[in-house]
């Protein structure tokens, strides 16, 4: 087969010469009758499993902003409750190495994704920016859909961050990291965020100072974890359902090419 580089190309006279099934015209009329009622059924169950999949996601959001809006709470800044706000790395990384460097596009759904990692061997780099155990990394630097996302750090393996996140060093007596995490998530935070947050083209910014001046609820520790505990069982449920639901439309999908398999092999 030829054809440009990256490209195969299907000769001509294969194509002219490849067999296909040809029934009389009344069969053909009858198996595409068959196909249209189960692609109709097919395209019903998937829309019915996509909606049910947006509403177990809206179902913890609602919940999440529910909690955090309680009106027995008294509110303050980040910055009443952290130490400090810590800029990553800007060393260059590389494919290989000991010790891998996090990046924005390892924050996803306030956890952190272990894949498509970059590395470093730098012992100055890995002392100074090595994160501990509930860490919270924050996207200071991203296209405006995906900046200010946060991650928690659960000591998966050794690792430092880039210079695109934003260590939040917090009072741990005052503020707990995953209650931080559930809430710097929030639609409630991400629409405070939209409020400060510097725009360029495709581009957008949420630096350390205008971090340290988010609004957050500040219930006691005690408090705070009793959420988490709520949130991580709500959580759990919700990732349950999307789970089923995910492989509801995989199947969906397999069964569509399975009748055109069997439409095309004169099994219908």
């Known amino acids: 087969m030829g054809g440009a580089v990256g490209h195969q190309r299907v000769p001509k006279e294969f194509i002219e010469s490849y067999p296909i099934p040809y029934p009389p015209v009344p069969e053909q009329r009858r198996i595409v009758g068959i196909l249209d009622e189960a692609f109709d059924g097919i395209a019903t169950a998937k829309a019915n499993a996509e909606?049910?999949?947006q509403n177990a996601r809206a179902l913890f959001e609602s919940h999440l902003n529910a909690v955090l809006r309680s009106k027995k709470w008294r509110w303050k800044t980040l910055?009443?409750?952290?130490d400090r706000v810590e800029?990553?790395?800007?060393?260059?990384?590389?494919?290989?190495?000991?010790?891998?460097?996090?990046r924005m596009g390892n924050i996803q759904d306030g956890t952190l994704d272990?894949?498509?990692l970059v590395y470093t061997d730098d012992k100055d780099e890995i002392a100074k920016y090595l994160l501990k155990h509930n860490d919270v990394l924050f996207n200071r630097t991203n296209s405006p859909e995906l900046v200010g996302k946060t991650a928690i750090y659960k000591s998966e393996m050794p690792a430092i961050f880039a210079g695109?996140?934003?260590?939040?060093h917090r009072?741990?007596?005052?503020?707990?990291?995953?209650?931080?995490?559930?809430?710097?998530?929030?639609?409630?935070?991400?629409?405070?965020?939209?409020?400060?947050?510097?725009?360029?083209v495709n581009q957008a910014n949420i630096n350390g100072a205008k971090l340290k001046g988010y609004p957050i609820p500040a219930p006691s520790i005690s408090e705070?974890?009793?959420?988490v505990k709520t949130l991580d069982g709500l959580q759990e449920e919700t990732q349950r359902l999307e789970s089923i639901?995910?492989?509801?439309?995989?199947?969906?999908?397999e069964l569509k090419k399975s009748l055109l398999h069997q439409a095309f092999g004169g099994q219908l």
């Open 51 to 53: 909606k049910n999949l």
């Open 79 to 82: 910055g009443d409750l952290c």
């Open 87 to 102: 800029y990553g790395s800007s060393a260059k990384s590389k494919a290989e190495g000991k010790v891998p460097v996090l």
């Open 114 to 116: 272990w894949e498509k």
């Open 164 to 168: 695109y996140l934003i260590r939040i």
């Open 171 to 200: 009072k741990e007596d005052l503020l707990d990291g995953d209650f931080m995490n559930y809430f710097l998530n929030s639609q409630i935070a991400l629409d405070y965020g939209k409020t400060v947050v510097i725009s360029s």
């Open 224 to 227: 705070q974890r009793g959420v």
């Open 245 to 253: 639901y995910q492989r509801k439309l995989a199947a969906l999908d």
